[in-house]
Nanobody, 124 residues
Framework: HVQLVESGGGSVQAGGSLRLSCSASGSIYGDACVGWLRQAPGKEREGVAAIDSDGIASYADSVKGRFTVSRDNANNTVNLMMNSLKPEDTATYYC???????????????????WGQGTQVTVS
């Protein structure tokens, strides 16, 4: 059973930065596509970033140039560095993983089999 745990959410002023981390139980990250998705109140969940086992990353247009996803396979961690945050980035952020398929682009929630519990990001 794979468990994902996000950390690093919080409140920040517009223009500020936050780093989210997603840690996995077990050594899954060597083969997994890991994505970051977010859901704001009243809105559909959307993918914002994804990274494959070879390090190739994909980003939603809304975050390109501001967010950077990276992975540390040795520590089973995937990070999302968020810079130049905007109020519209406010949402609950989730990490998710699929163990058997490369993402190669932003995927929606149906792509992933394992999910973290989410962490709140508030930008004011």
């Amino acid at each position: 059973h794979v468990q994902l745990v996000e950390s690093g959410g919080g409140s920040v002023q517009a223009g500020g930065s936050l780093r989210l981390s997603c840690s996995a139980s077990g050594s899954i990250y060597g083969d997994a596509c890991v994505g970051w998705l977010r859901q704001a109140p009243g809105k559909e969940r959307e993918g914002v970033a994804a990274i494959d086992s070879d390090g190739i990353a994909s980003y939603a247009d809304s975050v390109k140039g501001r967010f950077t996803v990276s992975r540390d396979n040795a520590n089973n961690t995937v990070n999302l560095m968020m810079n130049s945050l905007k109020p519209e980035d406010t949402a609950t952020y989730y990490c998710a993983a699929d163990l058997h398929r490369a993402c190669r682009k932003i995927r929606d929630g149906t792509w992933y089999h394992y999910w973290g519990q989410g962490t709140q990001v508030t930008v004011s």
